[in-house]
């Protein structure tokens, strides 16, 4: 992944920046999120169909029917002879579509109006369990190889962080202050804070520790291979290609460092989120139970 000896003296800086894995941009994950949320609020909000008529009735029904194919995914996991329907991974992406379209059908049933208690709680359980279970998926990836993948082990993440980290060090030999920087960031991926104030305030803040490193690697880097630059005579696009693939790489040993630190605290979290999640649902499924029963006897 790297250059023939270390940045300023290695000829396939090019062939370098290609072979280093790229982060994956979500960037218009956000605006995608926002523009549906504004076409259902503006189908919920129209005047084409009430909760009572037979095409909102029926949106209801659909969401409830998802909302209860939702519970085949534990009993799927559980649930020894039911492993005859399939992958497990089928289930989750199962699980994962109808734990979105459900709730949403939902909402557009309902109009984003509650017109009674039942129907109130109903819509409260339901927003719990949903939202629930986005913070579980967030912290599902955190601790799995990929979204439908086995889970990971602390042992593994430290292993591919050693090598990284042997890697990057190697590569930035020339630049003693940037391997000094990376290294003291690297030392948190084995290093547990003692008390419970110190362990939060580290989980929380290291994401803004690790882009302060980065920028103070970057502006040391951008002074020494300017320095290169000016005696060998580059042109400015080789030293903006250089500086380019030492980004991504320092990016990728910081996310990996980031990475390591917080495993252990996703797994607990991730343990402590089962425990709650499990009560949100059964909630959801005794408040949707008297909301139905409701409807049809009133």
């Known amino acids: 992944m790297g250059y023939t000896q270390s940045i300023p003296s290695g000829e396939t800086v090019q062939d370098a920046a290609t072979r280093v894995p790229k982060k994956r941009s979500n960037f218009l994950l956000l605006p995608v999120l926002v523009l549906s949320g504004a076409l259902i609020l503006l189908a919920a909000r129209s005047n084409y169909y009430t909760p009572g008529d037979d095409f909102g009735y029926y949106l209801g029904v659909v969401g409830a029917v998802m909302m209860l194919i939702l519970l085949l995914y534990p009993l799927r996991k559980h649930v020894g002879f039911l492993q005859v329907l399939g992958a497990i991974s089928h289930w989750f992406r199962l699980h994962m579509v109808f734990g979105i379209t459900g709730p949403t059908l939902i909402l557009l ?11 109130g709680v109903a819509m409260g359980c339901m927003v719990l369990v949903a939202g629930s279970g986005v913070i579980g998926r967030f912290m599902y990836r955190r601790i799995h190889h990929g ?13 591919q962080l050693g090598t990284q980290e042997g890697e990057v060090h190697s590569k930035f030999h020339f630049a003693l202050q940037v391997e000094k920087r990376l290294k003291a960031f690297g030392d948190l991926a084995h290093t547990h804070p003692d008390g419970f104030l110190r362990s939060t305030w580290q989980f929380l803040t290291i994401s803004l ?4 490193v980065h920028s103070q690697c970057m502006r040391d880097l951008k002074r020494i291979l300017g320095g290169h630059a000016a005696q060998r005579g580059w042109e400015a696009s080789k030293l903006r290609r250089r500086l380019d693939t030492a980004s991504v790489m320092i990016s990728n040993y910081l996310e990996a460092v980031r990475y390591a630190a917080q495993f252990s605290a996703y797994e607990r979290l991730f343990s402590l989120w089962h425990i709650l999640h499990v009560p949100f649902v059964f909630m959801l499924v005794i408040s949707g139970v008297v909301h139905v029963i409701a409807v049809h006897m009133y």
């Open 109 to 119: 049933h309902s109009k984003f109006t509650i017109g009674s208690l039942n129907a």
């Open 147 to 159: 979204l439908y993948g086995r889970r990971a082990t602390l042992q593994e993440m430290q292993a």
């Open 209 to 212: 520790h690790a882009r302060y």
